[in-house]
């Protein structure tokens, strides 16, 4: 079965300093994966994916993704954040029929420095 | 844009109740879910509709139930509440399409006193 492990429970980073959130998942054929984020008190807001093909992804608010097969990784990045990115971080890959479930990591709490 | 919408924000409820957590989404997906998210642990599936009147039990079904009349409307069902059911629930929609991405709803935090 699939599963998703994301080592950091939570990382401090300053502002306009660069990030990488970890994410390493289980899964032996190619898998789907995405990255979600979720701001106090919000749902959950798509940020990338990825299924195949380049194995960079790039998302929404700047942040990009590398599909590392050898890893079996799919880091998230970020050149610079901004305050507004302090937020918490789910990766999550696709499961069962169709790939059309969701299993989550256990998320990544990002704090951002002044 | 798709929007799910879901029937409370927060929602404080007693032991023994009867619970109704309703969601509604509007791009006319096949595909419905139910999580409930909890501190370390992530979000864990409760239940799965991928048709009117279909579901399927996922990872925590214990203690819940669900229906789904309308395409657009996916409801939770807490037969009985009790305190270890305090928590965040968010449901989801999705396209029935390999791998179709997920939209979610703004959650509803439940406290069972």
């Known amino acids: 079965a699939q599963s998703v492990t994301q080592p950091d429970i939570h990382i401090t980073v300053s502002e306009g300093a660069s990030l990488e959130l970890r994410c390493n998942y289980s899964?032996?054929?190619?898998?789907?994966l995405f990255w979600y984020v979720q701001s106090p008190g919000q749902g959950l807001q798509l940020l990338l994916k990825?299924?195949?093909?380049?194995?960079l992804v790039q998302g929404i608010k700047g942040f990009e993704a590398e599909f590392k097969r050898s890893q079996s990784s799919f880091n998230l990045r970020k050149p610079s954040v901004h305050w507004s990115d302090a937020a918490e971080y789910f990766c999550?890959?696709?499961?069962?029929?169709?790939?059309?479930?969701?299993?989550f990591g256990t998320g990544t709490r990002l704090l951002v420095s002044p | 844009d798709v929007k799910v919408t879901q029937s409370s924000r927060y929602l404080v409820k007693r032991t023994g109740e009867k619970v109704f957590l309703e969601c509604v989404q509007d791009?006319?997906?096949?595909?419905m879910f139910w999580y409930r998210q909890d501190p370390g642990l992530g979000l864990r599936l409760i239940y799965f509709?991928?048709?009117?009147?279909?579901?399927e039990k996922g990872d925590i079904p214990e203690g819940y139930s669900v229906s789904r009349e309308k395409k657009e409307r996916f409801s939770l069902i807490l037969e009985s509440a009790s305190t270890n059911q305090t928590s965040m629930y968010l449901c989801?929609?999705?396209?029935?399409?390999?791998?179709?991405?997920?939209?979610f709803g703004p959650g509803t935090r439940l406290t069972v006193t």
């Open positions: 989801a929609s999705s396209p029935r399409r390999v791998g179709g991405e997920q939209y």
């Open positions: 899964y032996g054929a190619t898998p789907y």
């Open positions: 990825y299924f195949s093909g380049d194995t």
């Open positions: 999550a890959v696709g499961a069962g029929t169709g790939f059309q479930k969701l299993v």
């Open positions: 791009m006319d997906h096949e595909n």
């Open positions: 509709s991928y048709d009117v009147k279909m579901k």
